[in-house]
């Protein structure tokens, strides 16, 4: 059975056990949490594996098995909580030793009038302070998302 890592080393690791940041949702495989701030888009989520595993292609059997069911159910709730057009998703593995899949919202209306490619690089622009984050938005957002999977959440693994 997979337990979280807890590297002294790793930054991800150290967020996670200090809870710097109260997570969205928590269970013994997955936390949820927005996006660090300022976020390029309110509702920017991601959806980050507890121990350190580089992707998919490395889950375990448990991981497997919980990821689809956990990654719908997390897309479905952010659509209803956002009201976006739909979520748009992408996993790089570059930054961090956890698998982190970012659940982005597309609105009808985007900062900089991104759509496609470009929404990802809207974290990048934010944090050079190209696009205003709108912070109080972005805290409805996160607090009607947690609320929703209060309410709902994913299956357990
Ligand atoms: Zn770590």
Redesign the pocket.
């Known amino acids: 059975m997979p337990s979280p ?3 002294a080393a ?4 150290q967020k ?1 056990a200090l809870s710097k940041l109260a997570p969205v949702f928590e269970n013994e495989l997955w936390h949820v949490r927005p996006i660090d701030a300022p976020s390029g888009v309110p509702g920017w989520m991601m959806m980050v594996a507890r121990r ?1 595993v580089a992707g998919p292609a490395h889950f375990d059997e448990r991981e497997v098995a919980s990821f689809g069911p956990t990654w719908c159910h997390l897309q479905r709730v952010l659509l209803e909580v956002t009201g976006a057009l739909r979520i748009y998703t992408a996993a790089m593995g570059e930054s ?3 698998f982190h899949g970012h659940l982005v919202p597309r609105f009808a209306e985007m900062p900089k009038e991104a759509k496609g490619w470009a929404v990802f690089d809207l974290e990048r622009a934010a944090k050079a302070g190209e696009v205003m984050s709108d912070e109080a938005e972005v805290t409805r957002l996160t607090e009607a998302f947690r609320a929703a999977l209060v309410k709902s959440p994913p299956l357990a693994p």
């Open positions: 890592s807890s590297d790793c930054g991800i690791c996670l350190h961090s030793p956890h």
